[in-house]
């Protein structure tokens, strides 16, 4: 079985099982105050244009939401977000188990504007009964979204701008990041991101290493307590120095770009291949999620020979995600275009 049904089928890059594996007998500090978290502070921070940055390493996207989103709101806030936004639909209900209600916005392709976000909170502080409802306390994008669709640096730009009027931040979901900076359509870059909102994290997890995500924070002042948050929420690792050594590989002679470009170069393949094809193509994404639309029986059988992620039902059959990564080898690619050919 070849598998393109996510990003993270596989372990982690070479570069980072060696660096693991040289640095096993080291004795370190514990809980991210090592020289290896250090040493990966001060790349990304370089790599970011943001020397003063605070940047903190969490395990999973998940719990890292979770903990910056409980980390800005206030007891009575909710978190602005697509209605097909990761924390509205695909994390159990992460965010409103710490206390906070998703404000789900309808979403086009994925994305939500700034003239949504900026109607959501007139709304709010319009209303005469708003201290009865839910305040909007911070707004929450991805970065590629989950339909593989990325912002443009104007759509960005007015986002913080809504934000910076109404004094919520804007947090930037970032676990496919490298993925999103990587792709054809991509007019900005990470030092871009790191002045167009207030809080994002580069993903790990999906990019190369075998789990860990960086938040990074321009302003420290934004949230100096963090670090408490993320005790209590459970994710501080004790031996932290795991997530050092990983984004210090990741961030070391560009390794973190190069390796998010294989991904697009296969994913482009695939997307080529589909159009050339003739398949109805659900979403047009440019980065490495592919969505195109099958008959059930078409899904049925390529899927004995390649997984694929069933994303939702149409009229006439499936949609159907092939997601490259990171370890996409371009012979599998060969092969899975050669089974399209196939059904045509």
Not at 15 to 26: P, R, S
Not at 200 to 220: N, Q, R, S
Not at 269 to 287: H, M, Q, V, W
């Amino acid at each position: 079985m070849i598998r393109f049904n996510s990003d993270y089928t596989e372990g982690a890059r070479p570069e980072i099982l060696k660096l693991l594996e040289e640095t096993n007998y080291q004795q370190t500090d514990g809980y991210g105050t090592d020289e290896w978290c250090a040493k990966a502070r001060d790349l990304i921070r370089e790599a970011c244009g943001c020397p003063e940055a605070a940047v903190h390493f969490l395990v999973g996207g998940t719990q890292t939401n979770a903990t910056v989103i409980a980390a800005v709101l206030r007891p009575y806030e909710g978190a602005i977000s697509a209605d097909t936004g990761h924390i509205n639909v695909h994390e159990t209900g992460a965010v409103e188990h710490t206390g906070h209600k998703v404000l789900a916005l309808p979403s086009k392709d994925g994305k939500i504007s700034a003239e949504q976000v900026k109607a959501c909170l007139e709304e709010h502080f319009a209303s005469p009964a708003f201290e009865h409802t839910v305040r909007p306390g911070i707004c929450y994008i991805s970065y590629p979204t989950e339909y593989g669709t990325i912002y443009t640096k104007k759509e960005l730009e007015d986002l913080h701008s809504v934000c910076r009027q109404y004094g919520i931040p804007l947090f930037v979901d970032g676990a496919r990041l490298g993925y999103g900076l990587a792709c054809s359509e991509c007019d900005i870059t990470l030092k871009d991101l790191a002045q167009l909102c207030d809080i994002f994290y580069i993903g790990g997890t999906k990019v190369g290493a075998l789990f860990g995500e960086a938040v990074v924070i321009p302003d420290p002042d934004l949230l100096p307590t963090f670090r408490y948050m993320i005790k209590q929420g459970g994710g501080m690792l004790a031996k932290g120095r795991l997530l050092g050594i990983q984004f210090a590989a990741l961030f070391t002679d560009d390794l973190y770009m190069r390796i998010s470009k294989d991904a697009i170069e296969q994913s482009d393949r695939i997307r080529k291949a589909l159009n050339e094809l003739g398949f109805k193509i659900y979403i047009d994404s440019p980065t490495n999620q592919q969505f195109f639309v099958l008959t059930r029986e078409q899904y049925d059988e390529i899927t004995k020979e390649f997984a694929l992620d069933l994303n939702c039902t149409v009229e006439g059959g499936v949609v159907a995600r092939a997601c490259t990564s990171w370890a996409t080898r371009p012979e599998n690619v060969d092969r899975f275009i050669e089974a399209l050919k196939r059904m045509r």
